[in-house]
C-alpha cells in the first residue's frame, strides 16, 4: 500500500485530492518501534503528530504513588497528539508501543511550511480537524485527546499524601475542578482556604526533619478535627494546606478557620530537646467563589493573596480576599479543552436567551464595530432579538457595517432605558476592561443584574485587563483580533450543529457575517502584518483564507460592493479631508531617537488643530500616526497627547511595532517602565498617566525612550 493511499484511510486526511494527498506524504516521516518502545515521555516537547500505520499504542499516566494508568489505545490509521502543533505545550502523558509499531510523524515545522506554500490544503486539515474535535467532545470516553496533547490531567484521583493521611495536591487539583463545576451548576457557595504554618522555616533548622514530620502530623489532626467530613483536606506542599469547604458561604468559612486558628494556638507538642514545648500557629487565607471568579485558578491565587495579608498583618489569623471585588486580570485560555468548554457554555447561553444587547468600547476601532455586527449576526440566526448599543457616533468609513445592521432587522440604539427589562443576555467584545466600556446607565445596570447572562469576546490580555463577564463565558485568548474570535466560534457552531437542533450550519455564513469578521481580522492585524508567532499566524490565514473565500463567491462580481480583503483595508484605512488635515499635522512634529519615531504634542500644541476635529477623529488618527511612524522607522512609532481639559486629565500614549519587527512583545515596556494604566497587546500598546505627574512631557518621553531602547537589540541598520 502507498503512502497516499494509506492516508485517504486517515480521517484528518480524508477531504484532501491525490495531489494533496502526495504534498502531505513528503512531508511525513517513517519511524518503527519495538514492543514496549517509549515514543515519548510525559513532560517531552509536543511539537509533532502521529499516525499509527500498524500496530498499537498506548497512553498512560503515571500515578502518584508509582506506576502507570493507561488511559488510552490507538491502532492503525488513527492519529494522536495533532493540536500539539499549534500549541507546542509539553506532553501530559507518556506513549509506549503496545506490539511492534510502524508509525508517521508530521512535525509543527513541516505544516507551517505546508501552510504557507499550500495555504489550501492546511485550511482542508484544519477544518477537518475542527470537525473531529467536536466529535471528540461528544464523546470523551473514547478519544483521550485532553490527556495526550490538550494539558488535561488524568490522575488517579483517591490518593492521599503517606504523612498527613489528607488528600494530595493531585487529587485537590482535580477536586477543585470538580466541585466548581458541581457549585455553578447547582448555584451553591463553595470557599477555598489555603493555609500554612507560621514559623515552620525556624522550627526546620532548630529541630531538625523528624521533629518537623511530627509538627505536620499534629497539625492535619487538629484540621480533621475542625472540619466537617464533607469539606476536602489537603496537604499542597511542605507545611502549605488547602481545603476546599462546599457548601459554605464566605461569611460561615471565616468563622470555621478562626475556629481552627484558636485551636492550633492552643496545641503543644513535647520534644525530645530540654522536655521543650513547641507553640503552633496557623495563617490561613480564604476566598469565595463567584460568577467572575468560575475558573480553579482564579480561587488558588485569590485564596493565597489573602493567606500573604494574613501573615504580613500579624499571623496567626484567618483573613478572607477582599482586593478588587475578586475581578482577575484576564490571561490566556490554559489548554484548548478549556477553550471548547467556554464555547460550548457561550453558545448554550445564547441559546437559552431572547433579547440581547451587544456592547463594545468607546472610541470604537474597526475590529470593535466588525465584532459587535457579526456577533449579532449570529444571534439572529438563532432566531433570537438583538440590538447593538452605541452612544457615540462612528466613523463614516463604518457606515457599511451599520447597513447591515439595517438590512438583518438588528436595532443600534443609543441607551437601552426603553426595553432594559426584557434583556436577559449582554455580549461584550473587544472591551479590555470594564472602564472603557460604551455604556449608559441602563446598560450599567443590567450588567450588575444576577438575572442577565454575560458573555464577552476579547483578545487583549494582561496588563491592566479585567473580565467583564464570568471566566466560563468569556472566550478571552490570543488572537490577531476579536473577530477572529468570532469566527471560531462559528465554526465551532458549524461542527456541533447536530448537536444543537436550532443551529443550521451552513447558514451561519452569510456574505454580511464574513464581510463583518473579515473586518476586524484585517484591520486590527493591519493585513496580517502586527502577527508574531506561528500560532498565532496559522490561525489569521485559517480564517482569512477560508473568509475571504466565502466573501469572494458571495459578492456578485458586477456590484460595487467589497469582494476581497484589500477591498476591506482600502475602505476601513481611509481618511477624511479633515483626518488628512489633523494627520499631517501629527507628522509635522515628527521625531525619531535611535529605532523609535515619535511625536509629542503638549497642551498648547493641541490648540491650532481645527476646532472641528473632535475627540473621536483625534484618537483615530493618533493610532494611524503611530503606525505610519513605526513603518517610518522600521522598529517603533510613539505617540503623546494631552487629552483636551473637557476629556480628561490624562497624557496619552500609544506605541506601535513594525510589521518587519517581531522579535519584541511590547506590553514588556509596560512592566519595565512601572506603568499599571495601560495595556494591549504584542504588537500595539495604549496608556496614559495624570498630567500632574509629568512636568515636562518632553523630558518624560526622553526618559521613556531611553528605557524602550535598552530592552531590545533593534534590527541591522535600524539605529539611526
Request: with cysteine; net charge negative; charged share 30%.
Amino acid at each position: 500500500m502507498t503512502e497516499r493511499v494509506f492516508l485517504r484511510g486517515v480521517d484528518i486526511f480524508s477531504t484532501l485530492c491525490a495531489e494533496e494527498l502526495e504534498i502531505l506524504a513528503g512531508l511525513l516521516k517513517r519511524r518503527l518501534l519495538r514492543r514496549g518502545e517509549l515514543l515519548f515521555s510525559e513532560g517531552d516537547d509536543g511539537e509533532e503528530m502521529f499516525i499509527v500505520e500498524s500496530g498499537r499504542m498506548g497512553v498512560s499516566v503515571a500515578l502518584e504513588k508509582g506506576g502507570d494508568l493507561e488511559v488510552a489505545e490507538f491502532g492503525p490509521r488513527e492519529f494522536f497528539g495533532e493540536m500539539s502543533i499549534f500549541e507546542g505545550e509539553p506532553r501530559s502523558a507518556s506513549c509506549k508501543a503496545k506490539e511492534d509499531c510502524s508509525l508517521f510523524s508530521l512535525k509543527a515545522g513541516d505544516f507551517f511550511s505546508l501552510a504557507e506554500r499550500y495555504p489550501e490544503t492546511s485550511n482542508r486539515i484544519m477544518h477537518r480537524m475542527l470537525n473531529i474535535t467536536a466529535r471528540r467532545l461528544r464523546n470523551t470516553n473514547r478519544f483521550l485527546t485532553e490527556m495526550v496533547s490538550w494539558g488535561e490531567s488524568a490522575r488517579k484521583r483517591a490518593v492521599t499524601d503517606e504523612l498527613t493521611g489528607l488528600y494530595n495536591r493531585g487529587f485537590f487539583d482535580v477536586s477543585l475542578k470538580r466541585t466548581i463545576s458541581e457549585a455553578l451548576s447547582a448555584g451553591e457557595p463553595l470557599c477555598l482556604a489555603m493555609a500554612d504554618l507560621d514559623g515552620f522555616g525556624r522550627l526546620n533548622s532548630l529541630h531538625g526533619e523528624e521533629t518537623c514530620n511530627l509538627v505536620i502530623r499534629k497539625a492535619a489532626e487538629v484540621f480533621r478535627q475542625g472540619f466537617s467530613d464533607g469539606d476536602i483536606l489537603t496537604r499542597y506542599g511542605g507545611d502549605e494546606f488547602a481545603f476546599i469547604l462546599p457548601g459554605r458561604n464566605l461569611r460561615e468559612a471565616k468563622e470555621l478557620c478562626d475556629d481552627i486558628c484558636r485551636r492550633m494556638q492552643s496545641l503543644r507538642i513535647e520534644t525530645n530537646r530540654n522536655r521543650e514545648s513547641i507553640l503552633l500557629s496557623t495563617s490561613i487565607g480564604i476566598a469565595a467563589l463567584s460568577d467572575r471568579t468560575s475558573f480553579d485558578e482564579d480561587l488558588v491565587k485569590m485564596a493565597d493573596e489573602a493567606l500573604y495579608r494574613a501573615k504580613e498583618t500579624g499571623r496567626g489569623r484567618a483573613l478572607s480576599y477582599s482586593g478588587g471585588q475578586g475581578v482577575m486580570r484576564k490571561s490566556d485560555i490554559p489548554s484548548i479543552a478549556a477553550k471548547n468548554r467556554i464555547v460550548l457554555r457561550i453558545i448554550e447561553a445564547l441559546l437559552q436567551s431572547r433579547n440581547v444587547l451587544v456592547l463594545g468600547h468607546r472610541n470604537s476601532d474597526e475590529d470593535c464595530i466588525a465584532s459587535m455586527v457579526a456577533i449579532s449576526l449570529l444571534v439572529k440566526k438563532l432566531n433570537r432579538n438583538v440590538s447593538i448599543l452605541l452612544t457615540e457616533q462612528i466613523h463614516e468609513r463604518f457606515h457599511y457595517l451599520l447597513n447591515i445592521c439595517r438590512y438583518n432587522a438588528i436595532h443600534v440604539i443609543p441607551d437601552c432605558s426603553g426595553g432594559a427589562d426584557e434583556i436577559d443576555t449582554i455580549c461584550v467584545v473587544d472591551t479590555p476592561k470594564p472602564e472603557m466600556l460604551q455604556i449608559c446607565e441602563g446598560a450599567q445596570k443590567l450588567l450588575a443584574s444576577p438575572r442577565v447572562r454575560v458573555i464577552e469576546f476579547d483578545h487583549h490580555l494582561a496588563a491592566d485587563s479585567a473580565y467583564i463577564a464570568p471566566r466560563e463565558t468569556a472566550l478571552v485568548t490570543t488572537a490577531s483580533s476579536t473577530c477572529e474570535l468570532i469566527g471560531f466560534l462559528a465554526l465551532k457552531m458549524r461542527c456541533l450543529r447536530d448537536r444543537f437542533e436550532e443551529i443550521d450550519g451552513e447558514d451561519l455564513f452569510s456574505r454580511n457575517f464574513v464581510l463583518a469578521v473579515l473586518t476586524g481580522i484585517v484591520g486590527d492585524s493591519k493585513m496580517g502584518k502586527f502577527i508574531k508567532n506561528h500560532r498565532e499566524r496559522w490561525f489569521y490565514k485559517l480564517f482569512s483564507s477560508r473568509f475571504s473565500r466565502m466573501l469572494s463567491e458571495k459578492t456578485h462580481q458586477t456590484s460595487s460592493n467589497l469582494s476581497s480583503m484589500e477591498d476591506i483595508f482600502k475602505e476601513i484605512t481611509r481618511l477624511s479631508q479633515l483626518e488628512e488635515r489633523c494627520f499631517k499635522y501629527f507628522m509635522k512634529y515628527r521625531q525619531s531617537r535611535g529605532c523609535i519615531a515619535y511625536t509629542v504634542l503638549d497642551e498648547e500644541m493641541t490648540s491650532p488643530l481645527p476646532e472641528e476635529t473632535d475627540i473621536d477623529l483625534f484618537v483615530a488618527t493618533a493610532r494611524s500616526v503611530a503606525d505610519a511612524l513605526a513603518e517610518e522607522s522600521g522598529c517603533l512609532g510613539m505617540v503623546a497627547y494631552h487629552d483636551p481639559p473637557e476629556v480628561s486629565d490624562l497624557i496619552q500614549f500609544r506605541i506601535r511595532r513594525s510589521h518587519s519587527f517581531q522579535n519584541f512583545d511590547l506590553r514588556e515596556i509596560l512592566s519595565a517602565a512601572g506603568i499599571e494604566n495601560g495595556g494591549g497587546h504584542e504588537g500595539a500598546i495604549g496608556f496614559r498617566i495624570p498630567k500632574k505627574e509629568i512636568s515636562d512631557i518632553r523630558e518624560y518621553c526622553s526618559h521613556l525612550t531611553d528605557i524602550i531602547i535598552g530592552l531590545f537589540t533593534p534590527p541591522q541598520g535600524k539605529v539611526k
